[in-house]
């Protein structure tokens, strides 16, 4: 039992380490939208393996030990090969709009990385159902493993690149799978091929498959196709891939949103990418304020024209252009914020020569934290905050963002960055600008909503917005704008033609006349948003630009299904920067999911013979469906949710999973102890149960934000601690329902029990997609609340199918 | 010998079949674009001109993409051509080249020659094109290309666009088709006054924009960008 139970284990690490280590390593060679994705394929292999062992059961049991060692070794290879093949599969994610041919490559990453989840799945499906007398240890093993996978994994990921990291991940399941042929019959073919398997890795061919294929498109690829371009230096952690490039034939210029007007051209700079995207610069400076004369003439630089040697809040420091930016306006104070230590390190050592030593200026303090955090946290006032520009241009033109959270740009931060500014203090945010507006507007549209939630009954007095041809500057003054502030915005704007969209008192005649535009778009959306009826505008405009909120933090989400037929249909005429093509790959994964598991989930369980009493089938189905789309909803809102308090994506995924993993695998073994001391009472533990859920979900709907508030300035430690104990009680109360119902029909319907577990395996694999979907339609709340209901129905159907007399198998 | 003889009039057969296929495919394409041409957007409601539809009649687009997707060459739409670059769509190619208004004396400058198709279809129209390529191998396959279709006014070099090129400077028009973070101050010096340059904005695959950027006789620039056919952000009243 020792070995079963420590193979288990590894496999389960293996597991969950592979699943965040694919978000990792997918994030880097496409984008983000891969993340949700990869849940989903790992509930689908669960879901398979539990139909494919219930079809082969009988023949599974007799050879246990060679099946589970089996499967650990396929999974340890196919963790590997899946990896290489996946990246080979030449799905081009900015081409979906134009060939339909990637949706098909699509699906095929999706059965590529399904074969290894499938091998995992099997070894701990086959344990349960093989070893039934040690259930309870197996299943604490289990969980333990994955727990254990998520911190092994990030402390990997701090430790080697991911391709390393994959080498490393690998050798668990193998362990396992030697563990487990020691005992088998199998012992000799089995060991024959781990050895080979050794063997080839050992040779190093593997490794150089593993080398991460980044997309073409992505700003890296583009960066290394110019002549002379090179890496000066990788760097790796759980927060990114940090690449930095130089370029001597022909040098690195970023300066968004230069003037046409500018006598200055940019020095040289080196490229600095993370995830092989999102450009930043560190600029070449010699201590001579001149030789970045270019500073003077972007549209970042406005609120210095405002303002005299002030004290500034840099969010997002990156390469430090935007320091360099406030040191070249004689700031008074600079406090640089930048959540990836690798960053910082760049511009503090590694290039500090290049950078000018510029973060040894003693007006100059450089904090490697989480923005919202640092300023929830912050006692200092600031004569400026400033947040520049950190993603690429085409990543977010193309709307590569649509499904990614951003807490930077929400209306609570908006309002919490004001907080921190002095009286006639600015917030200063730059954005890309996209044509139509889309973001520009959502920012102008969660800024006027920040302001009316401060109080500001005018805030279009507080307002200033300025555009060059592909960036917008947003000014948020905590005040109204006063008669002379406004001369040096007019002043500012005309002497680089750049065009003002907002101003106190802007007349028609003041927007479109540098860069002209068919109709003067950011002026007319302004005006509208600070009028009376911005509603009915926000309605009828093509592009969602409600303001963004931590409940709904889609900063980059402007998808309406209304106007998708006319961007598709204005593709060919030079409208498929129109389209958010980031959501329609999530609509297609939806799609994908459910087919996948329709076909390798419940389409099998057919040949399952089904024996069970008359017509109570759909409800058994309907009660297992239920819980898989609810238990999955809370668990992805969530993650969602804690990305602001984790400060990562891959931070909030690896607690949150891992931390539901363990804490609703003990509700689902304490189940068992409250059905028996429930047993000839009247009251059902299911209702107890959701009971629990309710209670603890709509504390948390509530209590959350405050809690975040208050403690997201603590240390990245103590923030783990702080949300396994929240997700804790959450988590015991939604392990029950499923148990208990499996439990019932283990008594009454014993043929149904693959069934339960197909259905609810089939409702986790949609609901992870599902999930995030209504996260960006409805918000995080609606998504927990529409969970509550789900897990009240479902205790309806346990409640009224376990009276006495009931012909319904749920009741025992 | 006889069967020689049969061979090479199997291929010649294949190949003319194959050039008329491409033929018919072409003039479909551009019958496409003539009808987008009648709903053009711009302020001053520009046509694309029956000279510009001729050029798009005249290049073999097929000709310039890779063996993989020339099935596709006849698409209005961006296709992939390696190292991360895409030929232009048609109606984009043609509306960028309509939109610096070309004259049979212009000089014109190309900033980022990929495939080479814009600088083909600009060899069409004016006097002379000289483009920039940054990519060795691209600029090395679009060369070799467009003296293989007997282009003999295109110049290409090997180079940083950023800077033009300044010895055949100033130029009546100027077309960046590279990617562009900001407008690089000296191609606004090598626009003769009164010069159009023309810039797509947007990714890959999704030009969202073209900034159209004019210099006056007296030197000022005024920067117009176009957007999609037809599209108006608002619904209802407007």
Redesign the interface.
Known sequence: MRRLLLATLLVSAGAIGYELLLMRMLSIVQWHHFAYMIISIALLGYGASGTFIALFKSRLESGFEAAFATSALLFSITMVSSFALGQRVPF?A??V??DSRQFLNLSLIYLVFFVPFFFAASCIGLAFTCRRRGISRIYFFDLFGAGLGAILLIGALFAFIPQDALLVLMTLPLIASVIMSTQSSARAPLITVQFLWVALLASGILQNQLGLRVS???GL??AL???GSRILDVSSSPLGQITVVESP???I??????S??????PPEQLAVFTDADDMSAITRFDGDLNSVGYLGDVTAALPYALLNKPDVLVLGAGGGSDVLLALYHGANSIDAVELNPQMTKLVEETHAEFAGFVYEDPRITVHTREARGFVAQSGTRYDLIHIGLLDS???S??GVYAQSESYIYTKEAIREYLEHTTDGGLLAITRWL????RDSLKLVATAIDALRTMGVSKPGQQLVVIRS??TITVLIKNGALMADEIQSVRQFARSR?FDTAWFPGIQASDANR?????EP?LYDGTKALLGPRAGE?AE????YIQPATDNRPYYFHFFKW?TLP??IA?R????????E?GYLILIATLLQAAIAGLVLVLLPLSRVKRVWPAGTGPRMGAYFLLLGLAFLFIEMAFIQKFILFLSHPLYSVAVVLSGFLVFAGLGSAWSERLAGKLEGNDRSPVAIAVGGIALFAIVYVILLPLIFQRCIGFSDPVKIAISVVLIAPLAISMGMPFPLGLRCVAATAPNFIPWAWGINGFASVISAVLATLLAIEFGFVVVILTALVLYAIAALIFVSSTRPGSPNPLRQ | MKVLTYLLLLVSMATSADEATHTVARAAMVEELRRYAQILDGPDEARISDAVMAAMNAVKRHELVPQSERRFAYENRPLPIGYGQTISQPYIVALMTELIEPDVDDVVLEVGTGSGYQAAILAELVGHVYSIEIIEALATRARQDLVRLGYKNITTKLGDGYYGWAEHGPFDSIVVTAAAGHVPPPLIEQLKPGGRMVIPVGSRFMTQTLLLIEKTESGEVITRQFGAVRFVPLTGRH
């Open positions: 081009n900015l081409e709009v134009w073409e498109y992505k690829s583009q196709q110019v002549i034939t022909v040098p210029r970023h300066a968004p949103g230069l046409f007007n500018t006598l200055h051209i241009f085409a990543a033109g193309a996209k044509l139509p507006p041809w592909n033609s540098f860069n002209l535009l068919r778009y505008f009828r405009y093509k592009f209304a006319e961007v204005l060919r005429v030079g409208g498929a920067g129109l389209i093509w």
